[in-house]
């Protein structure tokens, strides 16, 4: 469809869609990850894998979100259509804020906990360094912080994903399509 001999464009960036629906397999992973290290013993092998995957994979999210951010900023936004009244576009704006805080935050703050105890920050074979120096008076502030940001963040994404569905099968516009690898 062409308007104004400018190209309507109807979908994100192929490139944004994808980083997208990985960083989604991503978050569940280290979520998943972090869930089901409890049902093994401390200092178990298997533990100590789920600990380890939840690091590097949360530190893989951090890359990855900056990675988005950039395509996102250089790249358009797809027009919802219809479009939503201006109160529904500072809600939506208020959430992706917060998501993105949410994605950036967690890792560094776990990447901080980890360095405040004194532990390997591992990351695929690699060990990053640490961001500050062991602080016994710290680590525990930082572990709690971590630890609500994740109960927070089963609200964010629980929401974003339910708005996304309500979009399309309520409101019935293309606010879940824009983001999605078929055909409108």
């Given at each position: 469809?062409?308007?104004?001999?400018?190209?309507?464009?109807?979908?994100?960036?192929?490139i944004?869609?994808?980083?997208?629906?990985?960083?989604?397999?991503?978050?569940?992973?280290?979520?998943?990850?972090?869930?089901?290290?409890?049902?093994?013993?401390?200092?178990s092998?298997?533990?100590?894998?789920?600990?380890?995957?939840h690091?590097?994979?949360?530190?893989?999210?951090?890359?990855?979100?900056?990675?988005?951010?950039?395509?996102?900023?250089?790249?358009?936004?797809p027009?919802?259509i219809?479009?939503?009244k201006?109160?529904?576009?500072?809600?939506?704006?208020?959430?992706?804020?917060?998501?993105?805080?949410?994605?950036?935050?967690?890792?560094?703050?776990?990447?901080?906990?980890?360095?405040?105890?004194?532990?390997?920050?591992?990351?695929f074979?690699?060990?990053?360094?640490p961001?500050?120096?062991?602080?016994?008076?710290?680590?525990?502030?930082?572990?709690?912080?971590?630890?609500?940001?994740?109960?927070?963040?089963?609200?964010?994404?629980?929401?974003?994903?339910?708005?996304?569905?309500?979009?399309?099968?309520?409101?019935k516009?293309?606010?879940?399509?824009?983001?999605?690898?078929?055909?409108n």
């Open positions: 469809m062409i308007e104004n001999n400018s190209q309507i464009i109807t979908k994100f960036n192929p944004l869609i994808s980083l997208h629906w990985l960083m989604v397999i991503l978050i569940v992973a280290v979520y998943v990850c972090m869930e089901t290290r409890g049902f093994f013993p401390k200092d092998d298997p533990r100590n894998l789920l600990k380890s995957l690091f590097m994979l949360g530190i893989s999210v951090l890359l990855m979100v900056v990675l988005r951010i950039a395509v996102r900023i250089a790249t358009k936004v027009d919802i219809p479009a939503p201006p109160l529904a576009k500072i809600a939506a704006n208020i959430m992706h804020v917060a998501l993105y805080i949410f994605m950036v935050s967690m890792p560094i703050l776990g990447w901080l906990t980890l360095s405040a105890y004194g532990k390997p920050i591992p990351f074979g690699f060990e990053l360094p961001l500050i120096e062991k602080n016994t008076e710290l680590r525990d502030l930082l572990k709690e912080i971590h630890e609500i940001g994740a109960s927070i963040g089963y609200f964010l994404l629980g929401g974003h994903a339910a708005a996304g569905l309500f979009h399309h099968y309520v409101k516009d293309n606010t879940l399509l824009r983001m999605s690898f078929f055909k």
